[in-house]
Structure formats: structure tokens, C-alpha cells
Nanobody, 121 residues
């Protein structure tokens, strides 16, 4: 089992990035996939989650309207499109598979490695 996150980088305020989480070892129908982030000195927080039970998306307040989570079954990849980025979005972003098909579950079955997102002018 592997979750490989990529797509991070340095972007100016107001810019966009698309993160990708390539999943291997299980199907995207097996577990909900979430994106999380951890900024320096802060706790890890959930950004967005895509339910495998009904394909519904659940996003934190700060992400709603700016970030969009989606998946591609053909490549077994979950994406996080991030628009209108601001310096407060600077963090290491992780993808993870929850141990449930439902995003409301707080339990993580598999973590991926992180990808750094830096928003700065």
C-alpha cells in the first residue's frame, strides 16, 4: 500500500496549485481519501475529504470555495486543486486513506508522505 503525494511548491499569493495523491495497493472505492496539512508549530488539520461511499466532498471552512477535491479512477489518483492561495495556506500537505468509506470517520488507515506548499511573494 502506498499513497504518493506530489505537486507542492512555491507559489505567489493568489496563485494556484494542484496536488496529486497516487494510490496503490487498494481501490479508491475501498476508503475515503482525505487531504490534511500541518503548518510549522501547528497541529495537523483536515483540509478536504472525498467519500468513497457516495462521492461526496467534505471541506474545512477555510478550504470551501477555494479548494476542490476530485479523483481519477483510471490512474487511481486523488487531486486537490487549490486556488486563491494565501500565506496562511503554507504547510506540508498529506494525503491519507481513512479506515472507512465515510469522511466523518476520524481514523486513518494509511498515511502518505507530505508535499510542501509555500505561499510567498
Amino acid at each position: 500500500v502506498q499513497l504518493q503525494a506530489s505537486g507542492g511548491g512555491l507559489v505567489q499569493p493568489g496563485g494556484s496549485l494542484r496536488l496529486a495523491c497516487a494510490v496503490s495497493g487498494f481501490s479508491l472505492d475501498d476508503y475515503s481519501i482525505g487531504w490534511f496539512r500541518q503548518a510549522p508549530g501547528k497541529e495537523r488539520e483536515e483540509v478536504s475529504c472525498l467519500s468513497s461511499s457516495d462521492s461526496s466532498a467534505h471541506s474545512a471552512d477555510f478550504a470551501r470555495g477555494r479548494f476542490t477535491i476530485s479523483r481519477d479512477y483510471g490512474t487511481n489518483t486523488v487531486y486537490l486543486q487549490m486556488n486563491r492561495l494565501n500565506p496562511e495556506d503554507t504547510a506540508v500537505y498529506y494525503c491519507a486513506a481513512k479506515d472507512s468509506q465515510y469522511c466523518l470517520s476520524p481514523r486513518i488507515k494509511y498515511w502518505g508522505q507530505g508535499t510542501q506548499v509555500t505561499v510567498s511573494s
